[in-house]
Every structure is written in structure tokens, then in C-alpha cells.
């Protein structure tokens, strides 16, 4: 098998003036934890869609498990395991009613993995489908996912509108799934606890582009946060290279900076800062850093007409 589980090559997705793919090329390794990570709109979820084959790139090509994304058999997709927000399941069906249909479905479906996570989840064998909870929906969504012993886990913002207590009970449902069976899972989230406890890997998509791809930790080597003391006359460093962000906090400004090193520190006393000190990133910060950058509300208004 190839070392990728995803290969995607200079993908396109184009609707009516907005361009949510643009000519993205991007590979992740079999076996780890990919966090994808980007801004609303940056395209994660058309992304998602295309590699699933629920819809059509403009241009580009993505192979999934060694196979074109436009030609999934079904064998190929009893391979994948998907989870999205909006855990779709058939309403009208019990609960154990869907386990029973999916259980034949899967050839290698995993009775223990199902109970072990479902477990977690205030869920009735009897109960109606339609009656479950979001956050019961998004337990057994998990359940079925994880029970088809997928070699690539997808998921596309399993966790939003679960409550602290849900949330965490699919985490460690997810994790320790995770450990026994090692799988590539492909995880989208605007979640930073959750892309800080699961991620080997960060994928970070700015408008389509791919703008990062490395594990977390060097990231977090590669973003330095500043805080410089200009004395009250605060030059505009904006447009100063490698700057993400600024903010001015009690008359101090504080940047987050991208691959600067140390010698931005003498950059900013030649702006004129008296005083001026370095700190480590978290990740939470670093990605915020990049997600800030390119973000909508940094653009210049567009003139009146
Ligand atoms: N069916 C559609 N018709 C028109 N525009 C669309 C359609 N689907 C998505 N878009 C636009 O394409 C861009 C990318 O959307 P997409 O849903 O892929 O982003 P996302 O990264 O998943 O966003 P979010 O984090 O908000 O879920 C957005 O600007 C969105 O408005």
C-alpha cells in the first residue's frame, strides 16, 4: 500500500464567483491523525465532499486509499468511515434496527468496538432514531463509524453543538479506538483542545489554498508571540513580513509572527521599542495566528460604489 492514504493534486472547486478549492495540492501519510484546520469558507468541508465522491472537482484529482475519488467502489467505501456535523441517520429506524442493517453491510464490523463506544451514550437499542439527541446521534454516528473497522476515518466537525460532557465521551471514544487499531483519521474541527489532543499532523487551508502542513509542534517553533513597548507612539507593523497579527493590550502591542526567529526583536527596538520580549506560542495561538492573517475581517473594505 502506498505510504498516503490521500494524494490530491492541484484540485479546483468553483461555485458561481467563489473559487473554495484553488488548485490545492496535498498529501497525508497513512497511519496518523490529520487535523484539518481553516478559517469558515476556506473550503474544508467542499474538500471533504470531493474526496468522498459526492461531488465533482472543476479540475485536479485526488486519490483516497489508492483510488480516484470520482471511482469509489463500493468495497473501497466500506474501507472509510465518515462522520459529519450534521449526523444524518435514518430517523424512522430504531437504533438497533441500523446497527443490524450496518452490521451486514460491513464484512469486518466489530460488535465490541460498537458497544464499547455507544456505551458512553445514553442510547436505547429500542429507541427511535429520530428521538435521539444530538449528542446521542453524534455518539452513535461515532459507533457505526468506528465498528466498520475503517482504515480512514473521516470526520468533518463530529463534535459542534455537543455539550462539554458529549464532547468529551467521543474524544476518548475516538482516541481509544485510535490506540487498538491504529487508523488514518482525517479530522476537521475549529475545536483547538481537540486539535491539541488528537493531531500528528496540521493541515491549515486559508480560501482553498494550502497554507501549512507539519505536525503541531513545528508550527509552534516556527510562530513566536512579541510583545514590544513602544512608548505610547505605536508604529503600524502590519505589513512587516512574517507579522499574523497584532493587537494592543494596556498600551503594549503584542504580535504573533511567523518564521521570524530572534532578529525580529531588533527589528521592532530599530521600529523604535524600548523594551521588547519574545514568548513561546501555544497552539491554540499559533494556529489562531495563521488563521488571522488571511482572515475575512482583515480585508480592506471594499469601496463604495
Ligand atoms: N453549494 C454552494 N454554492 C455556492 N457556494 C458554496 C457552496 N458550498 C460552499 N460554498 C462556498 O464555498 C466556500 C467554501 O465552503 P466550505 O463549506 O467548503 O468551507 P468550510 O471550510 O467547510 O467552512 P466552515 O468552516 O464554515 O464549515 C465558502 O465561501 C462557501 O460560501
Given at each position: 500500500?502506498?505510504?498516503?492514504?490521500?494524494?490530491?493534486?492541484?484540485?479546483?472547486?468553483?461555485?458561481?464567483?467563489?473559487?473554495?478549492?484553488?488548485?490545492?495540492?496535498?498529501?497525508?501519510?497513512?497511519?496518523?491523525?490529520?487535523?484539518?484546520?481553516?478559517?469558515?469558507?476556506?473550503?474544508?468541508?467542499?474538500?471533504?465532499?470531493?474526496?468522498?465522491?459526492?461531488?465533482?472537482?472543476?479540475?485536479?484529482?485526488?486519490?483516497?486509499?489508492?483510488?480516484?475519488?470520482?471511482?469509489?467502489?463500493?468495497?473501497?467505501?466500506g474501507?472509510?468511515g465518515f462522520v459529519n456535523e450534521e449526523h444524518r441517520l435514518p430517523g424512522w429506524m430504531r437504533v438497533d434496527e441500523l446497527t443490524a442493517l450496518q452490521r451486514r453491510q460491513y464484512q469486518r464490523w466489530n460488535d465490541a468496538r460498537f458497544d464499547e463506544v455507544i456505551r458512553n451514550f445514553n442510547v436505547e437499542p429500542k429507541q427511535k432514531v429520530g428521538s435521539l439527541s444530538r449528542g446521542e446521534r453524534a455518539g452513535i454516528s461515532l459507533a457505526l463509524a468506528l465498528a466498520q473497522s475503517p482504515?480512514?476515518?473521516?470526520?468533518?466537525?463530529p463534535t459542534?453543538g455537543l455539550d462539554?460532557v458529549a464532547k468529551r465521551a467521543f474524544?476518548e471514544s475516538l482516541?481509544l479506538a485510535?490506540?487498538?487499531?491504529?487508523?488514518?483519521?482525517?479530522?476537521?474541527?475549529?475545536?483547538?483542545?481537540?486539535?491539541?489532543?488528537?493531531?500528528?499532523?496540521?493541515?491549515?487551508?486559508?480560501?482553498?489554498?494550502?497554507?501549512?502542513?507539519?505536525?503541531?509542534?513545528?508550527?509552534?517553533?516556527?510562530?513566536?508571540?512579541?510583545?514590544?513597548?513602544?512608548?505610547?507612539?505605536?508604529?503600524?507593523?502590519?505589513?512587516?513580513?512574517?507579522?499574523?497579527?497584532?493587537?494592543?493590550?494596556?498600551?503594549?502591542?503584542?504580535?504573533?509572527?511567523?518564521?521570524?526567529?530572534?532578529?525580529?526583536?531588533?527589528?521592532?527596538?530599530?521600529?523604535?521599542?524600548?523594551?521588547?520580549?519574545?514568548?513561546?506560542?501555544?497552539?491554540?495561538?499559533?494556529?489562531?495566528?495563521?488563521?488571522?492573517?488571511?482572515?475575512?475581517?482583515?480585508?480592506?473594505?471594499?469601496?463604495?460604489?
Amino acid at each position: 500500500m502506498s505510504d498516503y492514504a490521500i494524494h490530491i493534486e492541484g484540485l479546483s472547486v468553483r461555485y458561481q464567483r467563489k473559487q473554495a478549492l484553488d488548485k490545492l495540492s496535498l498529501a497525508l501519510e497513512a497511519g496518523c491523525v490529520h487535523a484539518v484546520v481553516g478559517a469558515n469558507g476556506a473550503g474544508k468541508s467542499s474538500l471533504f465532499r470531493v474526496l468522498l465522491g459526492f461531488q465533482t472537482a472543476d479540475a485536479g484529482s485526488a486519490t483516497i486509499l489508492g483510488c480516484d475519488s470520482r471511482a469509489l467502489t463500493p468495497a473501497l467505501r466500506g474501507r472509510i468511515g465518515f462522520v459529519n456535523e450534521e449526523h444524518r441517520l435514518p430517523g424512522w429506524m430504531r437504533v438497533d434496527e441500523l446497527t443490524a442493517l450496518q452490521r451486514r453491510q460491513y464484512q469486518r464490523w466489530n460488535d465490541a468496538r460498537f458497544d464499547e463506544v455507544i456505551r458512553n451514550f445514553n442510547v436505547e437499542p429500542k429507541q427511535k432514531v429520530g428521538s435521539l439527541s444530538r449528542g446521542e446521534r453524534a455518539g452513535i454516528s461515532l459507533a457505526l463509524a468506528l465498528a466498520q473497522s475503517p482504515e480512514l476515518l473521516m470526520l468533518d466537525e463530529p463534535t459542534l453543538g455537543l455539550d462539554i460532557v458529549a464532547k468529551r465521551a467521543f474524544m476518548e471514544s475516538l482516541m481509544l479506538a485510535n490506540l487498538s487499531e491504529r487508523m488514518t483519521i482525517v479530522y476537521c474541527s475549529h475545536q483547538m483542545d481537540e486539535i491539541e489532543r488528537l493531531a500528528d499532523k496540521l493541515v491549515i487551508m486559508e480560501r482553498g489554498v494550502l497554507r501549512f502542513a507539519a505536525p503541531p509542534h513545528e508550527l509552534c517553533a516556527r510562530v513566536q508571540m512579541w510583545v514590544a513597548d513602544f512608548g505610547g507612539a505605536v508604529p503600524d507593523v502590519r505589513e512587516q513580513p512574517g507579522v499574523l497579527r497584532t493587537t494592543l493590550i494596556e498600551g503594549l502591542l503584542h504580535l504573533t509572527v511567523f518564521d521570524r526567529g530572534a532578529a525580529f526583536g531588533d527589528e521592532l527596538r530599530r521600529l523604535g521599542a524600548a523594551n521588547v520580549q519574545a514568548m513561546d506560542t501555544t497552539l491554540g495561538n499559533a494556529i489562531d495566528g495563521m488563521l488571522s492573517r488571511g482572515h475575512i475581517s482583515n480585508q480592506p473594505l471594499p469601496k463604495a460604489a
